[in-house]
T-cell receptor, first 120, second 114 residues
């Protein structure tokens, strides 16, 4: 079974609209972390936002927020007021185990990504 | 701030030849990783190292080897390249004993095996 599932291979969104990128995860660990990365066409991996499994509040970073629904094992990324520069690949990822172990022996497990295109 | 430096940026390699992708970090992170990225498959972990002197296998280790002689360097070697190893390779690191386990990535190395 996949540990990280991103069900939207591609999305087209009008500029200034809000965007929700779906991510569900599978783990039996009680302590874990969820991440979103952005990969623009230039290819670099840009860290966007993090949610710990014990965090009670949804994480927010500027226009990015993470809609964390623990019981459903979902960690959707919400981008408010989308901009043309938001066009990119977006990856959801999970770290199993506590963060102090330096990312864990297995690092992060990534989903297959969602290709987001913002249209003017 | 350099962060993670990968070399080469891109390379075309004949099948059967060997190749080493270099990765150097200046953040003194203990943990380092090699991922490969393929269209439709996301990023998959090849090998990792939690600290200098130790390495481990990830999800797709076959055909690859790594070494970790010191904290800063984590080279990835393809002993005898095959076309299925055509991919974009990312080196990454993470800090331990602090924070989230966020990965810091290099710029990537695009390898084409013909």
């Amino acid at each position: 079974a996949q540990k990280i599932t991103q069900t939207q291979p591609g999305m087209f969104v009008q500029e200034k609209e809000a965007v929700t990128l779906d991510c569900t995860y599978d783990t039996s660990d009680q302590s874990y972390g969820l991440f979103w990365y952005k990969q623009p066409s230039s290819g670099e991996m840009i860290f966007l936002i993090y949610q710990g499994s014990y965090d009670e509040q949804n994480a927010t970073e500027g226009r990015y927020s993470l809609n964390f629904q623990k019981a459903r094992k979902s960690a959707n990324l919400v981008i408010s007021a989308s901009q043309l520069g938001d066009s990119a690949m977006y990856f959801c990822a999970m770290r199993e185990g506590p963060g102090y172990s330096g990312g864990g022996a297995d690092g992060l497990t990534f989903g297959k990504g969602t290709h987001l295109i913002i249209q003017p | 701030t350099a962060g993670i430096t990968q070399a080469p940026t891109s390379q075309i390699l004949a099948a059967g030849r060997s190749m080493t992708l270099r990765c150097t970090q200046d953040m003194r992170h203990n943990a380092m990783y090699w991922y490969r990225q393929d269209l439709g498959l996301g990023l998959r972990l090849i090998h990792y190292s939690n600290t200098a002197g130790t390495t481990g296998k990830g999800e797709v280790p076959d055909g690859y080897s790594v070494s970790r002689a010191n904290t800063d360097d984590f080279p990835l070697t393809l002993a005898s390249a095959v076309p299925s190893q055509t991919s974009v390779y990312f080196c990454a690191s993470s800090a331990d004993r602090a924070g989230t386990g966020e990965l810091f990535f290099g710029e990537g190395s695009r390898l084409t095996v013909l």
